[in-house]
């Protein structure tokens, strides 16, 4: 079992950017798939981000392709996320997420273990 905390999240104007980080427990953190999901008031979780457990292939939503980027320190058994070029859409509840050894789809991807969320929210 893993457990995941976020920080990095707050309040940034249109345009601008944020890193949110997320740093998990134990020492199979490098067996973990991780992931970002992001949850806006009054809709369903959405996939934004994964990497997979050796930093090798990283997926993207569309909507935020070519303005985040998500890495990984195995080092440190942390996680992070880059946004630039942050837009009012992109306002929401960003979850931490993990699989250990997964090797489906991550536009699929239901993770086991999450964190508790970091707020972002863009101003226009």
């Known amino acids: 079992q893993v457990q995941l905390v976020e920080s990095g999240g707050g309040l940034v104007q249109a345009g601008g950017s944020l890193r949110l980080s997320c740093a998990a427990s134990g020492r199979t953190f490098n067996t973990y798939s991780m992931g970002w999901f992001r949850q806006a008031p009054g809709k369903e979780r959405e996939f934004v981000a994964a990497i997979n457990w050796n930093a090798t292939s990283t997926y993207y939503r569309d909507s935020v392709t070519g303005r985040f980027t998500i890495s990984r320190d195995n080092a440190k058994n942390t996680v992070y996320l880059q946004m630039n070029g942050l837009k009012p859409e992109d306002t929401a509840v960003y979850y931490c997420?993990?699989?250990?050894?997964?090797?489906?789809?991550?536009?699929?991807?239901?993770?086991?273990?999450w964190g508790q969320g970091t707020q972002v929210t863009v101003s226009s």
């Open positions: 997420a993990a699989e250990r050894y997964f090797a489906g789809s991550y536009y699929y991807w239901h993770p086991p273990y």
